[in-house]
Every structure is written in C-alpha cells, then in structure tokens.
C-alpha cells in the first residue's frame, strides 16, 4: 500500500534487547533495520554484515548526531540503558528523526516532558515500545475492562517478576537504571492497572521487600510491593523483584473477572474469564509493534495516546510516586 516504500529504522545500543528486536524485525513489512548506532566498533561490524547496514549507515555516541544528514533513517529507537533514553531521544529529534523509545521512557517525569517538548519543537513523532499494546490478549484485557464487560473493575492484581542479577550490569546501578525492578519491570505492572481500568491513578501506598543479596542490591530494591488508587474506587496491587518469577494479571470486576498467567512476557500467554478460557493467537510482538507505528508514520498519522511519550510521562510520575510512598511510608497522591 505505500508503493513499497518502508520506514527505515536506526537502532541505538547494541545490546540484548535490540539483538532480539532486530532479529524479529525480519518478519517487518513495513520497517526496516537501516543504520546502528554503537559504543562497540566489533558490534557495528558484525551486526552491518549480518543486517545489510552499509559504513556511512554505522554511527557510535560522538557522531550519531551527523544522522540528521542521512536521509536513509526516518526512525531512531532508543534501545539504551534507561538513564541515557533522554539525551538520545533530544538529540534524535534534534536531527529531525521520529523517535521510539524502549521503557521506561526516563528515569524522571521532568524528563520525559522535556523529551515531548523537544519532539514536538522538531515536529518529529514520540513514540513508546509498549509492545502490549498490540498485543492480542493484553488488547483483550483493555477491552474487558474498560468496557466494562464484567461491570465495573474493583480490583487489579498485576505482578512481574524474574529471578536475576548479576554484578556490575546498569540494571542494579542506580545512575543508569533510574531505580531497580520498579523500573524495568513494575513500568508494564503499572500500565496494566492503567489499561484494564482506563483510569489514572490518584494516589499510592509502597513498600519495599527485604533485601536477601545483598551483595548485588546496594544502590537499587530488590523487591517493591504497592497498591494504587483509581477515581472509581478500584485498587491495583503489585510486586516487582528480581528475586523471584511471577508474571500475572488479574482483574476482578462487579460480575465477573479475567485473567493472564503468562502475561507480560513474550508469549505464548494464557488468559481466562471466570468462566472459560481465552485463546488468541502467538504473535511476533516486536514485528507487530514495529509495522503497526511505521504504517503510522507511513500514513502521516499522529501516534495515538496509549503509545505515545504522555502515555511514557504518565507511568513515570506512576512510579516516582511508588518510590515516595515507599520512602516515606506515607501514602502519596499522584
Ligand atoms: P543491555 O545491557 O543488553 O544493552 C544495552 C546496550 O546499551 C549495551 O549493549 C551498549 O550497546 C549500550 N550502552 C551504552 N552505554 C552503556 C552503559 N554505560 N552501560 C551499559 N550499556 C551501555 O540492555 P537491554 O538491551 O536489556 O536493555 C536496553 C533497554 O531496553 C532498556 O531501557 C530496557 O528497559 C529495554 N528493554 C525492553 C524490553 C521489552 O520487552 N520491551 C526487554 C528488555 C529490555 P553498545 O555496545 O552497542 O554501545
């Protein structure tokens, strides 16, 4: 539909995540990987050779800004430590790129209202990788619940967690990561207390979980419990740790309830209402997630909402909250 023309994709930060990302992204109709931009020469070299990525498309942090010249890249994705997301993404935009940034968007709410300022003075789109949001079973989740299938959600239990950890990675370092699991895993339980009620919480209670490794856990929380408030009266609980696995959602609603166990992770997921069982389809998340924002830019669309840098924003004040309430051990309005 778009004369085969594709939205040619700069991969920032070379790391697991984007090696995964870019090797999904061969299943892409409408994207392709077309530049890399690394701190590691060996990995501008090895990846160019296996994705096709020509010298002039290959960038390392002193010179990506030279890309606002490359008329080969119409998309940065910002695939970094979570720390260093905002000065890529201001310096994306600068150099008239759209710009898709991995979760959390920042480490700070401050932050990300400066990486939508900055996109929007450059007229260049801000988009999320929120994955989930085209995702079969978590879009059947939004669906129950802010339609109100079951009648009115009172409760939201979303939990994440895996056990890892190891020495030294920026994960574990407060600088780089912005906090611990909170950050990087408690992000997708917020959204789903988010997109299941449709609502935005207005205040919170935390706390954190013993530290069992302490030999790994000096800057960051290993675990975090809390519990958010919604305008309606529902309530969304949820633990995040790096010290145990669990990866569920549930919502229970006035007639009914519905539920994933997989939930959050790459599939294949399980979902049920009290009732029965649900089944959609395994999708290729990173392909679905990748066409469906270039088919958005392609078209000349504004990014919707519910994956575009507000929708970043709105979790991050979420979590600053989560981490003052557990602080304080007060209860924190958002
Ligand atoms: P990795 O540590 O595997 O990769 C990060 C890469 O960033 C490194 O390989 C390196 O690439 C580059 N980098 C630049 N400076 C630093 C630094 N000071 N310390 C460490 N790395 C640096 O992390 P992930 O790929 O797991 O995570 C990257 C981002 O993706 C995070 O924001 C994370 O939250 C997100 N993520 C999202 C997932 C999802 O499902 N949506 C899943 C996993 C992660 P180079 O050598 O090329 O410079």
Redesign the pocket.
């Known amino acids: 539909p778009y004369l085969g023309r594709k939205i040619k994709v700069a991969l920032v930060?070379?790391?697991?995540?984007?090696?995964?990302m870019a090797a999904q992204m061969k299943d892409c109709e409408y994207c392709e990987v077309a530049a890399l931009?690394?701190?590691?020469p060996s990995?501008l070299e090895s990846w160019g050779k296996t994705y096709n990525v020509p010298l002039k498309n290959r960038y390392n942090?002193q010179n990506f800004d030279s890309i606002k010249d490359n008329p080969d890249v119409d998309l940065v994705y910002i695939?970094?430590?979570?720390a260093?997301?905002k000065e890529y993404a201001i310096r994306a935009a600068k150099a008239k790129k759209h710009v898709l940034v991995?979760?959390?968007m920042a480490v700070s709410a401050a932050d990300c209202l400066e990486m939508i300022k900055v996109c929007t003075a450059n007229k260049v789109q801000l988009a999320m990788?929120y994955?989930l949001h085209f995702e079969p079973f978590n879009m059947e989740m939004m669906r129950l619940g802010q339609k109100e299938v079951f009648g009115k959600v009172r409760i939201v239990e979303a939990s994440l967690g895996y056990f890892a950890g190891e020495k030294g990675?920026?994960?574990l370092n407060k600088k780089?990561a912005g906090g611990g699991p909170l950050?990087?895993l408690g992000v997708y339980c917020v959204q789903a207390g988010r997109y299941i009620t449709g609502e935005e919480p207005m205040a919170v209670t935390a706390q954190y979980g013993p530290i069992l490794r302490k030999e790994l856990f000096t800057e960051v929380e290993e675990t975090i419990t809390w519990q958010l408030e919604f305008p309606s009266g529902a309530i969304c609980t949820s633990t995040t740790t790096l010290s145990a696995g669990i990866d569920r959602i549930y919502a229970s609603a006035e007639n009914g309830s519905f539920e994933l166990s997989p939930a959050i992770s790459?599939g294949p997921f399980k979902g049920r209402t009290r009732e029965a069982e649900f089944d959609f389809p395994t999708i290729n998340q990173q392909a679905t997630q990748m066409d469906a924002i270039s088919q958005i830019l392609l078209e000349n669309r504004t990014m919707p909402e519910h994956i575009s840098g507000l929708e970043g924003w709105k979790d991050l004040k979420v979590l600053e909250a989560i981490y003052k309430a557990a602080d304080t051990g007060t209860k924190v309005k958002i």
């Open positions: 930060g070379l790391g697991r995540y984007a090696e995964y931009v690394s701190g590691t990995k942090y695939i970094l430590p979570n260093m997301h991995e979760k959390p990788g994955r990675e920026w994960r780089l950050m990087n790459y």
